[in-house]
């Protein structure tokens, strides 16, 4: 990992801008780093805990204290709670995560800070890792909250850097809004000096900090007030700039977030004549700024990625102005509200606002039909093994109702256990709506991770109301599907210091569940007898299948130095019925070209469930690694 902790100005390092977040924290003098993991800002919060366990492991005191917290709202309060004591804060989360703390974040734009705090919501364009692609611009609106957008790396190492600042001058959090694009980007970031951390601070007691209504009522006109000093601010600060390209015209363009790097490359590769106002601090927005701007020009192009949020608020400053401007952008049809920009979408509504031919060939597409190649289970992963055993008893029409984890990837052929999915915690949610509007059997999945983040409070509600459901809780000791982070299910923190572990059975226990069904999924018709009582159950039922994730087993192994089992196929034996494949669907099984199977040994990673699953038991241990 490359050291953010370095201390010298001026050096220069590549990093990816979730990196480069963290460091401008650290140059900040950040005190408190909390989050709920979640792709694209996983890596936020990873490296804060890769800084505290080397640190901590050669003895050193980190300066800062960071946590996985059981869920983003809970990561909020913590950091805020910091905050108010006088310290310097940062909570990342992915752009759904925003969603979860919102109760939090509304109420605590009334209230404000004392100390820095700034928030990191990750919005995912294009759905890579999300269930939705919400422009989390909206909040910034919606709470009345200072909001910055980085264009690259380097911007969002400064704007990480002066957003706990300006957060700490205003006495408000501010929100900084990244995209996947951005988190995930390389660049070179030039180091500036580090502050050092207040390490503790003081609570100093004040009635307005709780939110009764006479308190809220008192608030809110502060709160409006505070933005008008920060619309001041947004006036003059140099993440608000413009730039000249060629000779200035009468067409000009707006952009923010990481459309700013297209718009500025991309005009000077087609020798655009015409000026870029970048905006950086985007709420609130710099209406004198943007006024000056629109007057200088004829056409504004606007470029924007998701919701036409720069786009309307331009409109209107142009209406209450009276400026005889034309805005371009999406509700012309020059870009779409879909899905993240690249090159080439702005390249067409460059040439088409600049009335000049495309000089790009459109990129050849091949005529060769490409194999799909979706996410998968791994070989040996004990979530395929759950579902294998599941699905030979439910019966058909059963409703599986998924969540956010690996587990989602059951969706697909052959398994085909996912039928309904909301948010995270909703699996269960749903599954007692189910159990109210139909007499069909339903049982629904969680992983551990999701069961601490929300899947207690509809457990919750299935005993009160003695739904007729089985829960499933899929425990791999982990948060796997964004990197392995620990939870209140692990023995660790992400400091890496002991942590007291939550066994996810005693808490179910706890709610009220009297029937629980605790199983290892590697033993696959154990697993299937007890989902079988389960369902004949009448109420409320859990199943925990408990199995380390195939990586972390492995991971065990390798440093315990004990040997992983590689099976293969007798084809002596073997009938073809694939029901390995068509069945079970672990990849490291594959068809041969006269259509015999086989398993790859450079997959199998020893679990040994393919033998449980041959009817006419032709797979056998072959060999050890």
Do not use: W
Not at 45 to 53: E, G, H, L
Not at 282 to 288: A, D, E, I, S
Not at 346 to 355: E, H, I, P, R
Not at 447 to 467: K, Y
């Amino acid at each position: 990992m490359t050291d953010l902790t370095d201390p010298t100005p001026g050096t220069t390092r590549l990093l990816l801008g979730n990196e480069a977040i963290v460091r401008g924290a650290l140059e900040a003098g950040v005190d408190i780093a909390t989050t709920y993991p979640g792709t694209p800002a996983t890596e936020i919060a990873d490296t804060f805990s890769a800084i505290a366990k080397a640190k901590l492991k050669a003895g050193q005191d980190p300066g800062f204290y960071m946590e996985y917290a059981v869920n983003e709202k809970v990561a909020l309060e913590i950091a805020a709670a910091g905050s108010f004591a006088g310290l310097r804060a940062l909570t990342s989360m992915k752009h759904v995560g925003l969603n979860v703390a919102s109760d939090t974040f509304m109420t605590y734009m009334y209230v404000g800070c004392r100390g820095g705090h700034l928030i990191v919501s990750a919005d995912d364009p294009y759905c890579h890792s999300s269930q939705n692609e919400q422009d989390n611009r909206y909040y910034a609106l919606f709470a009345g909250a200072p909001m910055l957008e980085p264009a690259t790396p380097q911007e969002a190492k400064d704007m990480a850097k002066a957003g706990i600042e300006l957060s700490e001058q205003l006495k408000l959090p501010v929100l900084m809004r990244t995209t996947t694009r951005l988190n995930h980007a390389r660049g070179p970031v030039v180091y500036g000096p580090l502050t050092p951390p207040r390490r503790k601070g003081t609570f100093v007691k004040d009635p307005m900090l709780v939110t009764v209504p006479a308190t809220a009522r008192a608030k809110h006109p502060e709160l409006l007030k505070t933005l008008e000093k920060a619309e001041q601010i947004a006036e003059t600060s140099p993440f608000n700039s413009i730039l000249t390209i060629g000779t200035p015209s009468d067409i000009g363009i707006i952009a923010s977030g990481v459309s700013v790097a297209y718009v500025k490359e991309l005009a000077m590769d087609l020798k655009l004549n015409t000026r870029i106002l970048k905006l950086g601090m985007t709420n609130p927005l710099p209406r004198k700024l943007c006024a000056d701007f629109l007057k200088a020009h004829k056409t504004i192009l606007v470029v924007e990625e998701l919701e036409p949020i720069l786009e309307n608020q331009l409109k209107t400053i142009a209406y209450d102005h009276h400026l005889p401007v034309t805005i371009l952008g999406k509700s012309t049809g020059h870009f779409t509200r879909l899905y993240e920009y690249t090159p080439d979408i702005v390249t067409n509504a460059l040439c088409k606002t600049f009335n000049i031919k495309n000089p790009y060939p459109t990129p050849k597409t091949s005529s060769l039909p490409l194999p799909s190649r979706p996410p998968s289970l791994c070989p040996g992963c004990p979530h395929r093994a759950t579902y294998y055993a599941v699905k030979k008893i439910a019966p058909k029409d059963t409703i599986y109702p998924t969540d956010i984890g690996c587990y989602t990837l059951g969706k697909a052929k052959p398994l085909e256990m996912a039928d309904v999915l909301l948010c995270m915690g909703s699996n269960a949610g749903t599954a007692c709506g189910f159990a109210v509007a139909t007499d069909q059997k339903i049982i629904s999945f969680m992983g551990d991770s999701t069961f601490f983040h929300s899947g207690i409070p509809p457990i919750i509600d299935a005993v009160h109301h003695q739904h007729n459901v089985v829960i499933t809780i899929l425990d791999n000791r982990t948060t796997a599907m964004t990197g392995h982070q620990p939870h209140p299910g692990t023995d660790t923190d992400g400091m890496g210091r002991k942590a007291t572990k939550i066994n996810v059975e005693d808490v179910v226990k706890g709610l009220g569940v009297t029937d629980i069904h605790v199983v290892d999924p590697n033993n696959i018709k154990a697993t299937s007898d007890e989902f079988a009582k389960a369902l004949a159950f009448k109420g409320p039922s859990v199943v925990v299948s408990k199995s380390p994730c195939i990586l972390l087993e492995l991971a065990r192994k390798r440093k315990a130095q004990e040997s992983v089992n590689i099976y293969a196929i007798d084809q002596s034996v073997c009938k073809r019925c694939k029901t390995c494949i068509g069945r079970f669907g672990c990849p490291a099984l594959y068809f041969a070209e006269d259509d015999s199977v086989h398993i790859d040994p450079t997959q199998c990673n020893g679990c040994g469930n393919c033998v449980q699953v041959c009817p006419f038991k032709a797979i056998h241990q072959e060999a050890k690694t």
